[in-house]
């Protein structure tokens, strides 16, 4: 097994620790279980699933390599970028602190977080998962590997915010809603 198997195997395997270490704090803590996600956590899990299965699956058709072929530059940019990805998500659960869910639930008393990386994106954490997929795709160096890893997750997250930002409006008010004026979604000053 070459060490570039060994460094993106490792960098998943950290990911899907995390992921599950999350349910399971939410479960231990009685949070979680929200009718009013609508299934979003179940069906996020299984498209970044479908994604990166996918990716891996897919990444070694030759005639969809970047241009130049595989070089290791290119790899640790991946694996980088899904750090970065890592590391904003985080921060964006600890920014969150106990008002963190793994599904679509608010509580009595929430305020909307407007500190750390909510300052300029409502939802970071989402854009943390992006950017490990992203960096998966990069790592792996395939055009198609890189559409399959990001699209899935992408139109997943896009329907769990739909429901998510329904949800906080309701609870939250007005509040959020010049929140949402205010801020972008994903990406700071573009969407």
């Given at each position: 097994?070459?060490?570039?198997?060994?460094?993106?195997?490792?960098?998943?395997?950290?990911?899907v620790g995390y992921e599950v270490w999350l349910v399971l704090a939410d479960r231990k803590q009685g949070k979680g279980g929200a009718r009013v996600d609508r299934g979003t956590r179940y069906?996020?899990?299984?498209?970044?699933?479908?994604?990166?299965?996918?990716?891996?699956?897919?990444?070694?058709?030759?005639?969809?390599?970047?241009?130049?072929?595989?070089?290791?530059?290119?790899?640790?940019?991946?694996?980088?970028?899904?750090?970065?990805?890592?590391?904003?998500?985080?921060?964006?659960?600890?920014?969150?602190?106990?008002?963190?869910?793994?599904?679509?639930?608010?509580?009595?008393?929430?305020?909307?977080?407007?500190?750390?990386?909510?300052?300029?994106?409502?939802?970071?954490?989402?854009?943390?998962?992006?950017?490990?997929?992203?960096?998966?795709?990069?790592?792996?160096?395939?055009?198609?590997?890189?559409?399959?890893?990001?699209?899935?997750?992408?139109?997943?997250?896009?329907?769990?915010?739909?429901?998510?930002?329904?949800?906080?409006?309701?609870?939250?008010?007005?509040?959020?809603?010049?929140?949402?004026?205010?801020?972008?979604?994903?990406?700071?000053?573009?969407?």
């Amino acid at each position: 097994m070459t060490v570039y198997l060994v460094v993106l195997g490792g960098m998943s395997a950290v990911w899907v620790g995390y992921e599950v270490w999350l349910v399971l704090a939410d479960r231990k803590q009685g949070k979680g279980g929200a009718r009013v996600d609508r299934g979003t956590r179940y069906l996020n899990f299984l498209a970044i699933l479908l994604g990166i299965s996918g990716a891996a699956a897919l990444s070694g058709l030759s005639r969809f390599f970047f241009p130049g072929g595989r070089t290791a530059s290119v790899f640790w940019i991946g694996i980088l970028v899904m750090l970065a990805g890592l590391g904003l998500r985080i921060w964006a659960v600890s920014t969150l602190g106990a008002s963190f869910r793994t599904t679509v639930e608010t509580h009595a008393g929430q305020k909307v977080i407007q500190q750390g990386p909510y300052k300029l994106i409502r939802h970071p954490s989402y854009s943390g998962i992006l950017l490990m997929c992203l960096g998966y795709g990069l790592a792996v160096q395939s055009w198609l590997s890189l559409a399959v890893a990001v699209l899935l997750p992408l139109a997943a997250l896009l329907y769990r915010m739909r429901v998510e930002e329904a949800t906080l409006q309701e609870s939250l008010g007005p509040e959020y809603v010049e929140y949402q004026r205010r801020t972008r979604r994903l990406i700071p000053w573009v969407w």
